[in-house]
């Protein structure tokens, strides 16, 4: 059974810095790309970044692109999200997200928002 469990969300300040992770299990890690999504209240949930299962390369959003870094361990099966120079726009519910097989899973997501 797939399971994604977020965590490292909170408040912090406009320029200030977060890092989400993502611990997954029942299924191998390794072999499946990795990507963070967001949802603003009121808004679609959006695709944030994306890391490939081989070869590390990754995508981002033109909106977080410079500040936001993805990453992942494959010993520790988790995926990290660095978040740098946060703005209050960037303020969302962020959900860790895998597809397997077409089929997409969700964690329960970690709440983030940036205010002063």
């Known amino acids: 059974q797939v399971q994604l469990v977020e965590s490292g969300g909170g408040l912090v300040q406009p320029g200030g810095s977060l890092r989400l992770s993502c611990a997954a299990s029942?299924?191998?890690?390794?072999?499946?790309?990795m990507s963070w999504y967001r949802q603003a209240p009121g808004k679609q949930r959006e695709l944030v970044a994306t890391i490939a299962s081989v070869g590390g390369r990754t995508n981002y959003a033109d909106s977080v692109k410079g500040r936001f870094t993805i990453s992942k361990d494959n010993g520790k099966n988790t995926v990290y999200l660095q978040m740098n120079s946060l703005k209050p726009e960037d303020t969302a519910v962020y959900y860790c997200?895998?597809?397997?097989?077409?089929?997409?899973?969700w964690g329960q997501g970690t709440q983030v928002t940036v205010s002063s």
């Open positions: 029942g299924f191998t890690f390794s072999n499946w790309a």
């Open positions: 997200n895998t597809q397997i097989w077409r089929k997409d899973h």
